[in-house]
């Protein structure tokens, strides 16, 4: 069993950075991918970056290339999310996710994921 913890959430201006955090425990392999997802209110869940955790690949959504960064460190099992030159419409609950597996490359697609975090606020104001 996966477990996944998100941190690092908050209120910032348009154009300021943010980095969330995602603790994840209750697992040993390589195999795994990993992503980080968003929903608005009223809005579906999208994929905003993945990582698959044995070869280092990514994959973002075209809405956050070039601006957001995924990263993971292996010595802390900790999954980032680097933000930067936020918008007002980045604005959403960022969750954490993750499916074990062989998925290269890896994937955005929400129902791909089987465990997920609680969810952590992004407040981008204009």
């Known amino acids: 069993q996966v477990q996944l913890v998100e941190s690092g959430g908050g209120s910032v201006q348009a154009g300021g950075s943010l980095r969330l955090s995602c603790a994840a425990s209750?697992?040993?392999?390589?195999?795994?991918?990993m992503g980080w997802f968003r929903q608005a209110p009223g809005k579906e869940r999208e994929g905003v970056a993945a990582?698959?955790?044995?070869?280092?690949?990514?994959l973002y959504a075209d809405s956050v290339k070039g601006r957001f960064t995924i990263s993971l460190d292996n010595a802390k099992n900790t999954l980032y999310l680097q933000m930067n030159s936020l918008k007002p419409e980045d604005t959403a609950m960022y969750y954490c996710?993750?499916?074990?597996?062989?998925?290269?490359?890896?994937?955005?697609?929400?129902?791909?994921?089987?465990?997920w975090g609680q969810g952590t606020q992004v407040t981008v104001s204009s």
């Open positions: 209750g697992y040993t392999y390589s195999s795994i991918c």
């Open positions: 996710a993750a499916v074990i597996g062989f998925c290269s490359p890896p994937s955005i697609k929400s129902y791909e994921y089987t465990y």
């Open positions: 990582i698959y955790i044995g070869r280092g690949s990514t």
